[in-house]
């Protein structure tokens, strides 16, 4: 369901999941510019993108998609990875930044649930809101997993297989996004995405016992 018809029908459920998915996106974006400023990359910064300020980060199409469809993005924060010592880990670890942004957040949503129980209505909307935080952010990382130009997971590929990338990826990065959506619409990615959320599910209960 588009977020505009969960406006309409449910707004308590909007914004709990709209905010937290606002702000995840923001995050993720946030997390990539950080690690390439502390990597020698001053873009972002000089950009003003390393701010949680949403005015900052919102990208009209994205923003509008996310309402109609479900899902949405932020501008991506700029990096020019030229500026880094050196690039192939800079390629790893920022590409890597969102994705773990994510997981951390998850994490410590699902923390929160385990400390909490949710004995009094407060609680239970409280416990609500940490539940999709939760749900938001492992599907955020692992989508962004998945080895498709621009997903963070191209790039991460591209970093390890260092001078062995295969040439297609390059080749497919100006059309990955429209790539990305159809494969969404026709369900093709889910099985991944189900995949990776697996292995983080499994990866925060193991550091939650």
């Known amino acids: 369901m588009g977020l505009l018809k969960l406006l309409t029908a449910d707004p308590l459920t909007f914004a709990l999941i709209a905010i937290p998915l606002l702000f ?3 995050i993720h974006e946030v997390a990539h510019g950080w690690v390439a400023y502390r990597m020698g990359d001053p873009t972002a910064k000089w950009s003003g993108r390393l701010t949680l300020n949403p005015l ?3 990208d009209p199409i994205g ?3 996310l309402f109609l469809a479900g899902f949405g ?3 991506p924060v700029p990096v020019n990875f030229n ?3 050196d690039k192939r880990k800079g390629l790893i670890f920022v590409s890597s930044a969102g994705v ?3 997981i951390l957040l998850a994490f410590l949503a699902v923390l929160f649930l385990r400390l909490f129980s949710a004995s009094s209505s407060e609680m239970a909307v409280v416990s609500k ?3 999709y935080v939760a749900h938001i952010n492992i599907t955020l990382a692992a989508l962004n997993l998945i080895p498709i130009p621009p997903l963070d997971g191209s790039k991460i590929l591209m970093g390890i297989t260092w001078k062995r990338t295969p040439s297609f990826l390059t080749r497919l990065e100006p059309y990955g996004f429209f790539i990305i959506i159809g494969l969404l619409y026709l369900g093709i990615l889910d099985p991944l995405i189900r995949l990776f959320g697996w292995i983080i599910v499994t990866l925060i209960q193991i550091l939650l016992p």
């Open 24 to 26: 995840s996106v923001i």
């Open 56 to 58: 900052s980060h919102l």
């Open 63 to 65: 923003t509008l998609m």
């Open 73 to 75: 993005w932020a501008k």
């Open 83 to 85: 500026n880094l010592t």
């Open 100 to 102: 773990v942004a994510n």
């Open 129 to 131: 809101a940490c539940t």
